[in-house]
């Protein structure tokens, strides 16, 4: 059998299943991820009706879109509604994402020059078709997605191109929910492809520091499975240790040229995120020396107060774990992707948006 089939095979995964709910200690146990496409995998395949009723797997800060501060969206919205010579360009997920007051998509419908791209390599290439143009690229996603902005930055982009830097890093936030007075969950699973670029040594402090049993996974069913049974066994045991299930592609020292890239172009500092606030040493700023590509330094927005969350939008609690989409009030009701009154609905990677899209459906595959 493939290996990727495999990993997707309903019998091997059941066989998992089955020694979970053997060895699963009897007290209730919730399992956290931070990742938006394990909770795609979790929710598509219906992983959660395989496990005992005590086992709980439940979805933290993964969605990128979703944790962008309003303010930084502010930002881009003044910019690109204050210049005239300015070309916003960012990735579909974002478009709609409120702001304080506005998305980007309503920023276009009162005149503003916003554009989707794929890649900030495309923004790139928009800036060399339009020299006269200012294009500002606005930068989102974690570890995965940074070293590619990095890349493009040292290559040494048209100076008419920036960047709008909205990167952050997933380790610190995870260690900032382990400094919550009563830490509410017993293990971690780690998403594979940030541990693809910066390789298992910063999950290690979970275990070593806070006894948290930790696993790095993949993204296939088996994947996510076997993740949950090290995770359920090491709390059996009240060991904690770090697992990477994901040798595959996951090496110790991780992808020594993307850490280079990032390490020479950005640097590290303190980073606002939605709903969850300041998280120490979690995001990217472009360091001095490429000032010249960065859109807050060469346009200096400034933006007013800032207001995260609309009332009665309960994404806070859904991004730390603490509440699952439908147990707030709104969900399905006034807030639908087409109604979204929060971040986690509009992004495909945000936990409303992907419990909305699976709801009446959840075991496609598996059952
Ligand atoms: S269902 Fe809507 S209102 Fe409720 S937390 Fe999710 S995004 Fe916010």
């Known amino acids: 059998m493939e290996v990727s089939k495999a990993y997707r095979d309903r019998r091997l995964v059941e066989k998992v299943a089955e020694a979970i709910r053997k060895e699963a200690p009897p007290q209730r146990l919730k399992i956290m991820h931070v990742c938006g496409t394990h909770e795609q995998v979790i929710s598509h395949y219906g992983l959660r009706s395989l496990l005992p009723d005590n086992v709980e797997v439940i979805a933290g800060p993964g969605c990128p879109v979703c944790v962008v501060p309003a303010r930084e969206i502010d930002e881009a919205v003044t910019l690109v509604l204050q210049r005239s010579e300015v070309m916003l360009t960012t990735f579909g997920d974002m478009y709609r994402v409120p702001g304080t007051h506005l998305s980007l998509a309503e920023a276009r419908a009162q005149g503003g020059d916003v ?117 359920v066994d090491q709390v059996a045991r009240n060991e904690a240790y770090l697992v990477n299930e994901y040798k595959r592609m996951v090496k110790e020292q991780g992808n020594p040229r993307a850490l280079r890239l990032l390490e020479e172009v950005f640097e590290v500092v303190d980073g606002y995120w939605r709903g969850i606030g300041r998280v120490p040493l979690s995001a990217l700023r472009l360091k001095e020396s490429y000032v010249e590509y960065d859109a807050r330094a060469k346009f200096n927005v400034e933006v007013k107060a800032s207001r995260d969350l609309k009332p009665g939008c309960s994404c806070h609690l859904i991004l730390t774990g603490k509440l699952t989409p439908n147990e707030c009030p709104l969900f399905d009701k006034a807030c639908t992707p087409r109604t979204p009154q929060g971040p986690c609905m509009v992004s495909s990677e945000g936990t409303c948006n992907i419990w909305y899209r699976y709801r009446g459906y959840p075991q496609k595959y598996l059952r």
């Not at 260690?175 to 910063?202: N, Q, S």
């Not at 402090?205 to 993949?218: C, D, K, S």
């Open 115 to 231: 554009r989707i791209v794929y890649s900030v390599s495309d923004a790139v290439k928009l800036a060399e078709e339009h020299p006269s143009r200012q294009v500002v690229f606005f930068a989102i996603g974690f570890e995965t997605t940074a070293p590619t902005t990095a890349s493009e930055v040292f290559n040494g982009p048209p100076r008419n191109f920036s960047v709008l830097t909205s990167h952050r890093l997933i380790p610190p936030v995870m260690e900032l929910l382990m400094g919550v007075a009563e830490t509410y969950f017993d293990g971690f699973i780690c998403p594979g492809h940030v541990a693809t670029i910066i390789g298992t040594k910063p999950f290690k402090l979970f275990p070593e520091a806070y006894h948290m049993p930790t696993v790095i996974a993949g993204f296939e069913p088996l994947d996510i499975m076997v993740a949950v049974k090290h995770i």
